[in-house]
C-alpha cells in the first residue's frame, strides 16, 4: 500500500518514527513534510495529505498535529475524506470498520510514541464492514449534512424570529463589561500570591473572599441574609504507598504492579488466589464455570482469547470487544462471582503503568457525604502486574506460564483454570485523608417582577485551579481566571441595572464554584443542594476558559465555542443565535457541541451538572491552548477584548431569558447521555 503522510511542527518526531513503522511493514511512504519544529500551519500539509488520498495516489493518509482537531478539520473539507481523530487503539480500528475513515489523525501532544503507533498498525490492519454502516458512510457526503457541520447552525438558530426585550437597557448595561476592569480583577486573582488558587488551599479561601467581597461592595446582599458562601464539605485524599505480598515474594508499587483508580480496601489480608484464565463470564468462553472464587483473589490475563486467525472464542469476530477493550467487564464479573480482589496481567504494562501513574500519586479530593451504592460497575480492588509476576503467580500451577497459557488457549480453544495451592496474597495501602470545607461564592440579585422573580438564570465560572506543581505555581489565568473575572463584571452590569431600578424581571444569580478541577465538585455539591430549587432555574450559562485561542483559530479571536445551547431547549439556541447577531457577531463555533466528539468537553465543566438535571445550558469556552494547566497561563498571555466580547454575548443571551415573559421550554432529548 502507498500511504500519505504529514504533519505540523508538533509532529515531526513522532512522523519520523512512524514512517520507519509503515517502511518495515512494506508499506510505500508519500511523506509531505514537515520534517522541523519550526513553526508552521497544519492546513498546508493536510491538504497535500488529503489531496493524495481524494486523487487516488495514497491508499490512505496519516496526519498529525498537537491536538489532531485542526488537521482533521482540513482533511474533512475535501470529498471523498474521511479524516478520524483516534486516541486509542481501538477507536482507531473502528474509525476504519465502521466509518471507512481513509485519514487518520493522532494528537502527538496526548499521545506517546508507543500508543501512536499501535493505533497506526490497529488502522492499517482493521477492514471497512460494510452492511448497516455503508448507508451511514454515504450519508457524509450529502451536501446539506456537510454544509450544517462546517457552517455551524447559524441558519437553524434564526429560522424563526425572536423577539429581543428591552434591547435598549441590554445595550446600556451590557457595554459596562469593559476590558480594563477585567484586566485589574484577574491581576489580582492570577497573581502568585493566590498561589494557583488549588482547592483545599490557602490561595482558593482567599480567592473566594476576593470574590465575596466583590459582590459586598457592589451593594450585593448576602443570599440568606448572613454569607456569600455556600459550604462544600470536601476530603483529601492521597495515596502515600502500597506494598504486595506473596509467599516469601514482596512486590512495590509501580515496579511491580500498580492499581485502579479508586480503590477503597486499604487492606488484603493473607487472601487465597485462583487463575480464572482471561476473566471472562460469556456465553461462548466462561472462565468461572465451576469455579469457586468466593473471598479470594482472581488472577486474569488481559485481552481475550483468540485463535491463530486472530477471531476472538467470545464474539467468534475479529474486532474488539468488551473483554478485550479494558478492564470494567471483567471487575464486574469478578464481583459477581464474589472475589475479593482481581490482579490482572498486562502484555503492554509499560503503557498501563503510564496511564495511571499520574493517577496514582496525585492528590485527590471528593465530596465527603455519606457513600451511596453505585449505579453501575463496582468497587472490587483491582491491580495490573507485568507478565513477569504473572508468572511468578502461576509457576506452581498447572498453567505454568502466562506464555502458555495464551498459547494452549490460541491452540486449544481453552486455558486451565483454578486455584494456586499453599500462597496467599496480601496488600496494604498507605493513604492520607484530610477533611476541610471548601466554598462556593454566590452574588444573588433578585428580579423586579413579583411573580417572574420566583425564577433564576445561574450564571457560573469556577475559580480554583491546580496551584503548585514541582514547585511551580500555575496562575490559571485563562483556566478559569477568565471566566471568574467575567462572572465580577457580569454581576456588576446586573447590580447597576437593580440599583437603577432598571434590572430584570427575573432573579440572577452569580455563582463562582469551587473544586471544579477536582471533578466539577461545587457544582455537583450545589446541584445536590441548592439554595434556590432546580425546578425554578431557567437555564445555566457557564464560562469557563474564554482568555486565549486556539491552534485552530490562531488568526482570528473573535470566536467563541458553544456547547450545549441546544440539546435540551431550541428556544436558548435561537436567543444565543439572535443576541449574537444582533450585538457582539461573534464567530459562534459549534465544533465541540457534538456529542461523539472526543474530546467530551461537554462533561468536563460545572454546566453538566445542571444539563444532568434537565435544566439548559450554554457553555461558553475559546479551546485549550499550549499553556493549558502549565507555568504559563499568566495575565500577560490574556486578550482582554475577547473576553469582554463574550462577556457581553452571556449579558445579553442572560437578559434575554431573565426577561421574556414565557420561561424557555425545555423541548429537546438530549443526545448527550447522562452519566452514571
Not at 515531526?12 to 518514527?17: E, G, I, R, V
Not at 482469547?305 to 464479573?333: C, F
Amino acid at each position: 500500500m502507498k500511504i500519505a503522510i504529514g504533519c505540523d511542527h508538533a509532529g515531526p518526531q513522532l512522523k519520523s518514527l512512524i514512517v520507519k513503522f509503515l517502511e518495515e511493514k512494506g508499506h510505500e511512504i508519500e511523506d509531505v513534510g514537515t520534517h522541523t519544529e519550526d513553526r508552521v500551519d497544519y492546513p498546508d500539509f493536510a491538504h497535500q495529505v488529503s489531496e493524495l488520498v481524494a486523487k487516488g495516489s495514497c491508499d490512505w493518509g496519516v496526519l498529525i498535529c498537537g491536538s489532531a482537531n485542526g488537521v482533521a478539520m482540513s482533511a474533512n473539507k475535501h470529498d471523498g475524506v474521511r479524516a478520524a481523530i483516534a486516541w486509542k487503539p481501538e477507536l482507531a480500528a473502528l474509525a476504519k470498520q465502521h466509518n471507512d475513515a481513509n485519514v487518520l489523525c493522532l494528537p502527538a501532544r496526548f499521545v506517546s510514541s508507543e500508543e501512536a503507533l499501535d493505533m497506526v498498525d490497529a488502522f492499517a490492519t482493521a477492514s471497512f464492514e460494510g452492511g448497516r454502516h455503508e448507508g451511514r458512510v454515504k450519508k457524509i457526503g450529502w451536501p446539506l449534512a456537510m454544509a450544517g457541520w462546517l457552517c455551524g447552525w447559524a441558519a437553524l438558530g434564526m429560522a424563526q424570529d425572536v423577539s429581543l426585550v428591552y434591547p435598549e437597557l441590554a445595550a446600556k448595561y451590557a457595554a459596562t463589561i469593559q476590558a480594563e476592569q477585567l484586566n485589574q480583577h484577574l491581576s489580582v486573582l492570577a497573581s502568585d500570591a493566590y498561589e494557583g488558587r488549588e482547592t483545599g488551599t490557602a490561595g482558593a479561601d482567599k480567592a473566594a473572599a476576593y470574590i465575596a467581597g466583590y459582590f459586598r461592595s457592589l451593594g450585593i446582599a448576602p443570599y440568606d441574609g448572613e454569607t456569600y458562601m455556600q459550604d462544600v464539605p470536601l476530603e483529601s485524599v492521597q495515596i502515600q504507598g502500597a506494598s504486595m505480598t506473596y509467599g516469601e515474594e514482596a512486590w512495590s508499587l509501580y515496579d511491580d504492579f500498580v492499581l485502579y483508580p479508586g480503590l477503597k480496601e486499604e487492606v488484603l489480608d493473607s487472601l487465597p488466589v485462583v487463575f480464572a484464565g482471561f476473566g471472562i463470564a460469556d456465553s461462548l468462553w466462561n472462565d468461572y464455570a465451576e469455579l469457586d472464587v468466593e473471598g479470594k483473589v482472581v488472577v486474569v490475563l488481559s485481552g481475550d482469547p483468540r485463535n491463530a486467525d486472530r477471531l476472538s472464542y467470545v464474539t467468534n469476530e475479529l474486532g474488539p470487544n468488551q473483554w478485550s477493550e479494558g478492564p470494567e467487564a471483567k471487575r464486574i464479573a469478578a464481583a459477581a462471582a464474589g472475589a475479593a480482589g482481581l490482579v490482572v496481567v498486562e502484555s503492554q504494562y509499560g503503557m498501563t503503568k503510564g496511564r495511571l501513574k499520574g493517577w496514582i500519586g496525585r492528590k485527590s479530593v471528593r465530596l465527603q457525604r455519606e457513600e451511596t451504592p453505585n449505579g453501575e460497575g463496582t468497587d472490587l480492588p483491582t491491580f495490573f502486574v507485568p507478565e513477569r509476576v504473572g508468572d511468578v503467580l502461576l509457576a506452581d500451577t498447572k498453567a505454568k506460564s502466562v506464555a502458555k497459557s495464551r498459547t494452549t488457549a490460541q491452540r486449544k480453544g481453552r486455558v486451565w483454570r483454578g486455584e494456586v495451592k499453599d500462597q496467599r496474597l496480601s496488600f496494604v495501602l498507605d493513604r492520607a485523608r484530610r477533611s476541610f470545607v471548601g466554598a462556593n461564592v454566590l452574588g444573588y440579585i433578585p428580579g423586579r417582577d413579583s411573580v417572574l422573580s420566583r425564577e433564576l438564570v445561574v450564571i457560573t465560572a469556577h475559580y480554583d485551579h491546580v496551584g503548585i506543581i514541582d514547585g511551580e505555581i500555575h496562575n490559571g489565568a485563562d483556566d478559569d481566571g477568565s471566566g471568574t473575572v467575567t462572572v465580577l463584571e457580569l454581576a456588576e452590569a446586573f447590580a447597576m441595572a437593580a440599583a437603577a431600578g432598571e434590572g430584570p424581571r427575573r432573579s440572577v444569580l452569580l455563582m463562582t464554584v469551587v473544586g471544579e478541577e477536582k471533578g466539577l465538585l461545587g457544582s455537583e455539591w450545589y446541584s445536590d443542594h441548592p439554595v434556590f430549587p432546580l425546578s425554578r432555574t431557567v437555564a445555566n450559562l457557564n464560562i469557563d476558559m474564554i482568555g486565549r485561542v486556539d491552534e485552530q483559530h490562531s488568526d482570528d479571536e473573535r470566536y467563541v465555542y458553544l456547547i450545549g445551547s441546544d440539546k435540551l431547549s431550541t428556544e436558548l439556541h435561537q436567543i444565543s443565535e439572535a443576541a449574537n447577531g444582533k450585538w457582539v457577531d461573534l464567530a459562534l463555533d459549534y465544533t465541540y457541541n457534538d456529542p461523539e466528539d472526543p474530546n467530551r468537553f461537554y462533561y468536563r465543566s460545572d454546566h453538566y451538572n445542571f444539563a444532568k438535571h434537565k435544566i439548559p445550558v450554554i457553555f461558553y469556552f475559546s479551546g485549550v491552548h499550549e499553556d493549558y494547566h502549565k507555568p504559563g497561563d499568566d495575565v500577560e498571555k490574556i486578550m482582554f477584548g475577547k473576553t469582554a466580547e463574550i462577556g457581553q454575548l452571556v449579558f445579553h443571551t442572560a437578559w434575554q431569558l431573565l426577561n421574556r415573559n414565557e420561561r424557555i421550554r425545555v423541548d429537546v432529548a438530549n443526545d448527550f447521555p447522562t452519566k452514571n
